[in-house]
């Protein structure tokens, strides 16, 4: 998405951890979303956020700022499997009602021994 | 509760031919996303659609690619006289879109991988 921006790619440790960042620019936002995807599958969901703060699941949390349009994803204790693209998504409200998800490029992550 | 579901998984068609991929969305989702995903690049949002209605089709082409959303069956992105550089991996999401939800996720399928020779 041309109005989302993460990094390309990052390469960390295993063991270690990692926050791979997102900033955002639109009108109408009405939650970010974060999503995993391994090379030839489809995207997972990992978490959403609607409100400013930290959500926590597990290895995984998700941070939002929305007056700076900033969200991080924070991977702790990462694995080998923790490998994949990270996607950043934005929902928005349109005119008409309806929600309209866009995301970025995402962020390649290589986790190395 | 099946996933969404999109078949083909892997279409190859020569230039010139249609590309028929279809999407069946979760049970109790009425609200499909059509993205197209390049090699090694991210998602590209194509079309939204809700039952028997295209919301917005602005990512589109708007020569040679249709899709539509009928009331009975599933949706279904139609590619009319593919050309190599329509070769892509084709992924569709379903969600339940309504205002007291606001916490809906879009559910990805596993994608349909078009290459065309």
């Known amino acids: 998405g041309q109005n989302i921006d993460q990094p390309t790619e990052m390469t960390a440790t295993e063991g270690a951890i990692v926050q791979i960042n997102c900033t955002y620019q639109?009108?109408?936002?009405?939650?970010l979303f974060w999503y995993q995807q391994h090379a030839g599958e489809a995207p997972t969901f990992l978490s959403y956020n609607v409100l400013d703060g930290l959500e926590e699941k597990g290895r995984f949390s998700s941070f939002l700022s929305r007056s700076k349009g900033y969200s991080y994803l924070l991977l702790k204790e990462l694995q080998m499997k923790d490998s994949a693209s990270y996607l950043c998504a934005h929902k928005t409200l349109k005119s008409g009602g309806y929600q309209k998800v866009t995301f970025g490029t995402g962020t390649k992550l290589q986790v190395i021994p | 509760n099946a996933g969404v579901m999109q078949n083909p998984r892997h279409l190859v068609r020569r230039r010139g031919q249609e590309a028929r991929l279809r999407c069946s969305p979760m049970k109790g989702h009425s609200h499909v996303y059509w993205y197209r995903q390049l090699p090694e690049e991210g998602l590209k949002f194509m079309v939204y659609?809700?039952?028997?209605?295209?919301?917005?089709e602005s990512g589109m082409p708007k020569e040679r690619f249709s899709a539509e959303f009928p009331k009975e069956g599933p949706s279904i992105l139609r590619i009319q006289q593919v050309v190599r550089g329509d070769s892509a991996a084709y992924f569709c999401?379903?969600?339940?879109?309504?205002?007291?939800?606001?916490?809906?996720?879009?559910?990805f399928g596993q994608g349909t991988r078009l290459t065309v020779v």
């Open positions: 659609l809700q039952k028997e209605n295209i919301i917005d």
């Open positions: 639109t009108s109408g936002f009405n939650g």
């Open positions: 999401a379903s969600s339940r879109n309504s205002n007291r939800f606001p916490r809906t996720e879009a559910f």
